[in-house]
């Protein structure tokens, strides 16, 4: 399978922490991406990383990427009650994407 | 931008009968559509690849029989559970790329519609 893996499965914060998501996949890609999830709900897009860049920002998400571990990791900074999510790591295999088997994460207010 | 709808958005049948389900670019076109299934505290995993005006493409496992798709148009596809049964209950998630060529959507950005959750009983 060419479902990566992610850790932790499940991780719960105070509010005004960060929460640190981890991503492992298994071939080469072309670029990895997040997405969040609110429960019951679709995927929202957060943020694109490309198979030639290492780090990447986007307001309170900081994204790495090693290609020559084959991880990513998510940082989501000064979390708030409304991050309360699962997060979805996902690569992207010619025309499909494979994600993987998601943090969920619940911050606490 | 990039909205992508479902309808409906839950549905419960009996046993036997046959749900349709849509799934809709509403601003953007999209000649790729993307079917997932998700069950509960799970990951998404594609069921088939909709292509407008060519036939789906089903991974391994899915039973094109059962999980009838067409992509009639630029905007539209759909998904039809055939004779369903209880353990066809789960949350169907729909996805669309956006056409090559468009200039606000990264590379293989997908868009998501809200999902619809099925109950067979």
Known sequence: ?109 | GAVVSQHPSRVICKSGTSVKIECRSLDFQATTMFWYRQFPKKSLMLMATSNEGSKATYEQGVEKDKFLINHASLTLSTLTVTSAHPEDSSFYICSAKATSGTSWSLEGTQYFGPGTRLLVL
């Not at chain 1, 060419?2 to 960060?18: F, R, T, V, Y």
């Open chain 1, 1 to 109: 399978s060419q479902q990566g893996e992610e850790d932790p499965q499940a991780l719960s914060i105070q509010e005004g922490e960060n929460a640190t998501m981890n991503c492992s996949y298994k071939t080469s890609i072309n670029n990895l991406q997040w997405y969040r999830q609110n429960s019951g709900r679709g995927l929202v897009h957060l943020i694109l990383i490309r198979s030639n860049e290492r780090e990447k920002h986007s307001g309170r998400l900081r994204v790495t990427l090693d290609t020559s571990k084959k991880s990513s990791s998510l940082l989501i900074t000064a979390s708030r009650a409304a991050d309360t999510a699962s997060y979805f790591c996902a690569t992207l295999y010619g025309n499909k994407l494979v994600f993987g088997a998601g943090t969920i994460l619940r911050v606490k207010s």
